[in-house]
């Protein structure tokens, strides 16, 4: 009878490792994918995305079955707000805490104490956002190059095409002013007021919208052909 019971035990022992290996398995291999593909369908509903976001998760098992994740990076290929279009958006998440029990119902919603994230405006968007702000110079275009931002327009200055240099700073948690510095014609820096009073005098403000996981703009930088967003919480 002791034999037996021994056996018993031993059995059980065993099934119970079993289940905990196999248990353990599942949440490595599975977990990841069921987390990835929630956050990335709540992203793409939230933004009126074109197409679904990649959602790449990564992190150990007991960091997983304790409910934390070690990283979470996100791309996402374009997203827009009213004529703004942001592409190339790369978001970056670490130190994440969620309930498991909310993933089998859809409802993850991720505790983030750490969000890093960086995009990109192109001269072509940025050019169709101060058009549509009517500036009252006509025929223009935004260049991005040198490290500078300007306002190109064929008859800026009597007729004649003249370069006005745009100044950008972050002025909110999704918002960029936009001023108005010197005219360039033919290689001399004028000052814009030789425009006349076609430029706003307090320039205009461009609307990012809300950006994913909260995070807030915190430094804009020209690039050739673009502009560079960083922002976080």
Known sequence: MRLES???????A???????????????LALPALISHNLAGKLRN???LEQRPDVDVTSGLLTLLSGRISHVRVRIGRMSHESIEIQNVSVNLENVRLLLSGIFRDEVKPDIRSVSLRAEISQESLS???????IGVRNGEVGIQGGEVFYRSQ?????FPANVRLELRVAGAHRVAVSF????VGGARLPSSLIGGALPSGGVTLD??????GAALQSIEPLEGALMLRAGR
Do not use: M
Request: charged fraction near 15%; proline fraction near 2%.
């Open 6 to 12: 021994v056996e018993v035990v031993g059995l059980l």
């Open 46 to 48: 939230r933004y009126s």
């Open 155 to 159: 008859n800026a200055l009597f007729g």
């Open 14 to 28: 065993a099934g119970i490792a079993v289940t905990l290996v196999g248990a353990g398995l599942f949440s490595y």
């Open 208 to 213: 990012i919208g809300e950006l994913p996981f």
């Open 128 to 134: 169709q956002y101060i058009k549509r702000e009517d």
């Open 181 to 184: 510095g010197d005219l360039l």
